[in-house]
């Protein structure tokens, strides 16, 4: 364990641009005019363009949002440099600095990205007038504005939280390492128990991969519900691979230590895939639902980039999710207790062992898990409602039975997977943090991510013919060659 020194300071001086008593009022007059005649100029544009119908097109669509983006811009800065002028008070608080930093990068950015914007349309209508209107559609324009927020978003939540992770004078106590206690302190099977997770770890990844190589050399299962299986199969693979492999070393060589950056990129990793999985599953029923509630229209509706994009804002969703608990994890400060009572850095495990206040990430998990966990899953309760009252409405017992079938698997995977995770976060051994707790938890880390290529191929023909070709060579590669 190592100590060292940190400082943290509570406000910051904004010592601005003339230190001249007798310029101060010049300043302020020169900036408070500028600062209403670009505010109220932005508005009136605004309200002009709103008010004519022959302005509602793209290029003042970008030119509307634009002059909103100019208004918080200039509301970022200005009025703190205005106060600060007219009170000679130069100070700003550590938050306040914090969130005029952020606003400041996202209306930056998001200036950049809608003259950019502005530029393709006029690049359209010079260059390509016969197909502006097909090229620059409403859908065109308004994913343009959402992916400029997102990205400008993203950019300054990224900038300002590795900004919170520096140090600005005081004292702080840092380690550099954590222990995993493990699940057993029983030393005389740690054999038996090495032997154990080898295997289910072993046949987690292996199956997996068999899934991944079946479905993608057999072309009868190249559709949006393999396409998302394929997904969550090399999901739960990188999910075994993120914790066992560690505990397996940690067994076998009975060191228990794993540093404090190898403790954090485990979380993030965690975090990203059980998200992951998550949001597959919640794919995968919304597929499930399009197929037997609405089957005349399941190619239309389930179209390649509708899966495509399905897959993408997963992955987005849960890398960005990781990314700010990892973040917002760096900047705690762990003073003398570093026993991590489980087998891998589990979020909550690591909270509860810092010295510091974690209200921001306490409040922070309770608003995403609601947001990102609660909301989709009701989503999948939705579907699964809507399908059963449409399997029980199906009036011949084979046809009921063949709805069913179709989605058998997948609600064994729904199951078992919130099943074992909510059993195990619901339950007072777990808010205990005791050993039962890290023991429960094996069930929707290690034997979940193991369990789905059987619940995924044992009931599913096709699944099972894909199987056997790959057993005996018949693969669309191998034919290749």
């Given at each position: 364990?190592?100590?060292?020194?940190?400082?943290?300071?509570?406000?910051?001086?904004?010592?601005?641009?003339?230190?001249?008593?007798?310029?101060?009022?010049?300043?302020?007059?020169?900036?408070?005019?500028?600062?209403?005649?670009?505010?109220?100029?932005?508005?009136?544009?605004?309200?002009?363009?709103?008010?004519?119908?022959?302005?509602?097109?793209?290029?003042?669509?970008?030119?509307?949002?634009?002059?909103?983006?100019?208004?918080?811009?200039?509301?970022?800065?200005?009025?703190?440099?205005?106060?600060?002028?007219?009170?000679?008070?130069?100070?700003?608080?550590?938050?306040?600095?914090?969130?005029?930093?952020?606003?400041?990068?996202?209306?930056?950015?998001?200036?950049s990205?809608?003259?950019?914007?502005?530029?393709?349309?006029?690049?359209?209508?010079?260059?390509?007038?016969?197909?502006?209107?097909s090229?620059?559609?409403?859908?065109?324009?308004?994913?343009?504005?959402?992916?400029?927020?997102?990205?400008?978003?993203?950019?300054?939540?990224?900038?300002?939280?590795?900004?919170?992770?520096?140090?600005?004078?005081?004292?702080?106590?840092?380690?550099?390492?954590?222990?995993?206690?493990?699940?057993?302190?029983?030393?005389?099977?740690?054999?038996?128990?090495?032997?154990?997770?080898?295997w289910?770890?072993?046949?987690?990844?292996?199956?997996?991969?068999?899934?991944?190589?079946?479905?993608?050399?057999?072309?009868?299962?190249?559709?949006?519900?393999?396409?998302?299986?394929?997904?969550?199969?090399?999901?739960?693979?990188?999910?075994?691979?993120?914790?066992?492999?560690k505990?397996?070393?940690?067994?076998?060589?009975?060191?228990?230590?794993?540093?404090?950056?190898?403790?954090?990129?485990?979380?993030?990793?965690?975090?990203?895939?059980?998200?992951?999985?998550?949001?597959?599953?919640?794919?995968m029923?919304?597929?499930?639902?399009?197929?037997?509630?609405?089957?005349?229209?399941?190619t239309?509706?389930?179209?390649?980039?509708?899966?495509?994009?399905?897959?993408?804002?997963?992955?987005?969703?849960?890398?960005?999710?990781?990314?700010?608990?990892?973040?917002?994890?760096?900047?705690?400060?762990?003073?003398?207790?570093?026993?991590i009572?489980?087998?891998?850095?589990?979020?909550?495990?690591?909270?509860?062992?810092?010295?510091?206040?974690?209200?921001?990430?306490?409040?922070?998990?309770?608003?995403?898990?609601?947001?990102?966990?609660?909301?989709?899953?009701?989503?999948?309760?939705?579907?699964?409602?809507?399908?059963?009252?449409?399997?029980?409405?199906?009036?011949s017992?084979?046809?009921?039975?063949?709805?069913?079938?179709?989605?058998?698997?997948?609600?064994?995977?729904?199951?078992?997977?919130?099943?074992?995770?909510?059993?195990?976060?619901?339950?007072?051994?777990?808010?205990?943090?005791?050993?039962?707790?890290?023991?429960?938890?094996?069930?929707?880390?290690?034997?979940?991510?193991?369990?789905n290529?059987?619940?995924?191929?044992?009931r599913?023909?096709?699944?099972?013919?894909?199987?056997?070709?790959v057993?005996?060579?018949?693969?669309?590669?191998?034919?290749?060659?």
């Amino acid at each position: 364990m190592e100590r060292g020194n940190q400082t943290s300071i509570s406000e910051f001086l904004l010592l601005g641009l003339s230190v001249r008593a007798e310029q101060q009022q010049l300043l302020f007059v020169l900036f408070l005019w500028m600062y209403l005649l670009g505010v109220l100029g932005s508005l009136l544009i605004i309200l002009a363009i709103a008010s004519d119908r022959h302005l509602h097109t793209p290029m003042y669509f970008f030119l509307t949002n634009l002059s909103l983006a100019d208004v918080c811009f200039l509301s970022t800065t200005v009025p703190k440099m205005l106060i600060n002028v007219q009170t000679q008070d130069k100070s700003i608080s550590y938050a306040g600095c914090l969130a005029q930093m952020y606003c400041f990068m996202l209306f930056s950015c998001l200036d950049s990205f809608l003259l950019t914007g502005m530029a393709f349309d006029r690049y359209v209508v010079i260059c390509h007038p016969l197909h502006y209107t097909s090229i620059m559609s409403p859908q065109l324009c308004a994913w343009t504005i959402v992916v400029s927020w997102s990205i400008g978003s993203l950019d300054a939540l990224l900038h300002t939280l590795m900004v919170v992770r520096l140090s600005f004078c005081g004292n702080q106590t840092s380690i550099s390492e954590f222990l995993l206690l493990g699940l057993f302190d029983w030393v005389e099977q740690r054999q038996l128990f090495f032997g154990l997770f080898l295997w289910m770890y072993l046949l987690g990844v292996l199956g997996n991969l068999l899934i991944v190589l079946a479905v993608g050399s057999y072309p009868h299962l190249h559709t949006p519900m393999y396409f998302f299986l394929i997904n969550l199969s090399l999901a739960d693979a990188c999910l075994l691979s993120n914790t066992m492999p560690k505990m397996l070393a940690n067994l076998l060589t009975q060191d228990k230590s794993i540093s404090y950056a190898g403790c954090l990129a485990q979380m993030f990793f965690f975090l990203l895939f059980v998200g992951l999985d998550h949001f597959l599953l919640v794919g995968m029923a919304c597929d499930r639902y399009v197929a037997i509630c609405h089957p005349l229209h399941y190619t239309t509706i389930m179209n390649p980039r509708l899966c495509a994009l399905i897959v993408v804002g997963s992955w987005s969703v849960s890398s960005l999710d990781a990314l700010v608990h990892t973040l917002l994890v760096v900047p705690l400060s762990f003073c003398t207790d570093n026993e991590i009572l489980h087998f891998f850095c589990e979020f909550n495990r690591v909270l509860k062992l810092s010295c510091t206040d974690t209200l921001i990430n306490d409040v922070l998990r309770y608003v995403l898990t609601i947001m990102l966990g609660i909301i989709p899953f009701l989503g999948i309760i939705f579907s699964y409602t809507r399908i059963i009252t449409t399997i029980i409405r199906v009036p011949s017992a084979k046809g009921r039975y063949k709805a069913f079938n179709t989605c058998c698997s997948h609600l064994s995977g729904v199951s078992l997977f919130y099943g074992t995770g909510l059993g195990v976060y619901l339950s007072p051994v777990y808010t205990q943090a005791s050993q039962k707790g890290s023991i429960a938890s094996v069930m929707y880390t290690v034997v979940t991510p193991m369990l789905n290529p059987f619940i995924y191929s044992l009931r599913n023909r096709d699944m099972k013919e894909a199987l056997r070709n790959v057993f005996r060579g018949k693969t669309v590669f191998m034919q290749r060659l």
